[in-house]
């Protein structure tokens, strides 16, 4: 006799193996894998958010601290507050004071733009660079960490997966 579509061979369970056993006899028409996986990037997603706000703790960040350095270091060290405030979502006041407290720990220095004498740019400095570094490091051990369990091969493979399944998100949104 075949195996049902949803069974796998034996394998370690985890929380979420029980949750959707739970939800199976309360809605039957529940698709296990959909429910796991979502389920398990949930999870996961919770998890590294935890060790994020700890790990940017650890240093002496605040997590709005943190992605606005984040956000500066991805564009190179350099941006106009537009850039920052397109980037973070955020009202013209929120960067403003966001800038004010980073320029106060010499994490950044605002300087007149080269471009418009009317505007400010934004750099990054040498200390604002160490501690997001330092901050991030506790995230990038942690994705390690998880995602070590993994071949090279599972890793792209499951980027690839998560690709396809973004892209019909991200469509979807655009319609």
């Known amino acids: 006799m075949a195996p049902h579509p949803h069974e796998r061979p034996t394998q370690p369970r985890d929380r979420t ?11 039957p028409h529940l698709d296990p894998d959909i429910e796991g996986a979502v389920t398990r990037m949930s999870e996961l997603t919770r998890h590294l958010g935890r060790v994020r706000e700890q790990g940017v703790a650890d240093y002496g960040l605040q997590k709005h601290e943190f992605d606005t350095l984040h956000v500066l270091a991805g564009r190179g060290g ?9 980037d973070l979502n955020l ?23 080269t471009v418009d004498r009317r505007k400010v740019d934004i750099a990054l400095t040498e200390s ?12 990038g051990r942690e994705e390690h960490r998880l995602l070590g369990v993994l071949t ?13 399944v973004l892209l019909a998100q991200e469509a979807s949104a655009a319609e």
């Open 128 to 139: 604002g660079r160490v501690a997001w570094r330092e901050a991030l490091g506790v995230v």
């Open 17 to 27: 193996d029980g949750h959707v056993e739970r939800w199976l006899p309360v809605l």
């Open 152 to 164: 090279a091969d599972e890793r792209h493979t499951l980027a690839d997966l998560l690709r396809k």
């Open 78 to 86: 350099r941006a106009a507050p537009s850039d920052l405030r397109a």
């Open 91 to 113: 009202a013209p006041a929120s960067v403003t004071g966001r800038l004010e407290a980073l320029e106060r720990r010499g994490f950044i220095v605002r300087t007149p733009s």
